[in-house]
């Protein structure tokens, strides 16, 4: 598939669909095999640049880390193979998505990936972990700041919270008006108890802030 291609795709997916991200909107998702052969195409790679992100993350190889809106799997994966010895959940709202992720680490025998089924207020992960990563993700969550405050139970102490969501100017994503801007997003997980640490800018399309809950 073109690269072309699989942008125009995940842009008509961000605006109707719920892989990669963690609360719905009330739209419905289906064909989950389908959509693997989309967002897990390896035309992605191009822009998204996962092994990038995850290398700028640097998880500890024992790390407990969270994928919220992990979909397929595109980012949960590659961090199961990135955290041999830790375990890594794959978070999301939509059914078909947990058991499709928990089928395909099966398949690919990655015992320390766990999918688990979280709802649109909370993520309901089992254990505190040492990173978050939500990719494409922020946009979609409603009543934000309370999510954000909620999920800092679920951290670690020194525990990071990566976002990575589509700029304004990017040629691909969800509709404009539906983006969300960077100074948007740090003063929302300022008022919900968060600091930023970190800021990238190597991504195409995208932003990429790295926060840590206040002490």
């Known amino acids: 598939m073109a690269l072309r291609s699989v942008v125009a795709l995940l842009s008509a997916c961000c ?18 095999q389908h959509w693997a052969k989309v967002f897990d ?7 998204q640049k996962p092994h990038e992100v995850i290398a700028a993350l640097s998880p500890a190889q024992d790390a407990r880390v969270a994928d919220i809106g ?80 909620k999920l800092r139970g679920s951290l670690k102490p020194g525990a990071r919270l990566a976002v990575v969501d589509f700029r304004a100017d990017s040629p691909s994503g969800p509709p404009k008006a539906e983006r969300i801007p960077p100074a948007q997003v740090k003063a929302e997980l300022g008022r919900a108890g968060y600091a930023l640490a970190k800021e990238y800018d190597f991504l195409p399309n995208q932003f990429f802030l790295v926060f840590q809950a206040k002490p």
């Open 41 to 47: 195409d390896p035309s992605r790679d191009e822009w």
């Open 70 to 149: 992990s979909g397929t799997g595109y980012f949960a994966v590659r961090l199961a193979h990135w955290v041999p010895k830790g375990l890594v959940y794959g978070v999301d709202t939509e059914p078909e998505m947990v058991t499709y992720l928990a089928e395909r680490a099966s398949r690919e025998k990655l015992p320390n990936l766990v999918s688990i089924a979280g709802r649109p207020d909370d993520a309901r992960l089992p254990t505190k972990v040492d990173l978050v990563l939500m990719v494409d993700v922020y946009h979609h969550i409603s009543d934000r700041e309370r999510y954000f405050a």
């Open 15 to 32: 605006a109707v669909a719920v892989a990669q991200t963690s609360h719905t909107r009330e739209h419905s998702f289906s064909g989950a």
